[in-house]
């Protein structure tokens, strides 16, 4: 039996291969930046930026380029990793850790 979704995927298919090229080739092309935005972030992780200002807030580390936040994402693995393990600690280079 024919599948009756063949005609509707190969309608869709260049579509989706022309949306998808450019974020594509973004990643593969464009090497990761050593500070991160808060935006840039949020895309690494999955998650909005509003996520990232709330784990500011819990002691993400980040360093300031002007008044600006940057994200050293391996510094944030160790740190969301440390929280699994239940390790709680403020790593921020620009604050005290809380005692």
Same mark, same amino acid.
């Given at each position: 039996m024919p599948?009756?979704?063949a005609p509707l995927? /190969?309608?869709?298919a260049p579509a989706i291969a022309a949306a998808l090229r450019p974020m594509v080739a973004e990643m593969v092309t464009e090497p990761l930046p050593t500070y991160l935005d808060r935006g840039r972030l949020g895309r690494e992780l999955c998650c909005a930026p509003a996520t990232i200002d709330r784990m500011v807030k819990d002691g993400l580390p980040f360093v300031r380029v002007g008044s600006d936040k940057r994200f050293d994402l391996h510094a944030v693995k160790a740190?969301?990793?440390s929280r699994q393990n239940g390790e709680e600690t403020?790593?921020? /280079?620009?604050?005290? %850790? %809380?005692?």
């Open positions: 599948d009756p979704l995927v /190969g309608a869709l740190w969301l990793e403020d790593m921020r /280079g620009d604050h005290q %850790a %809380a005692e």
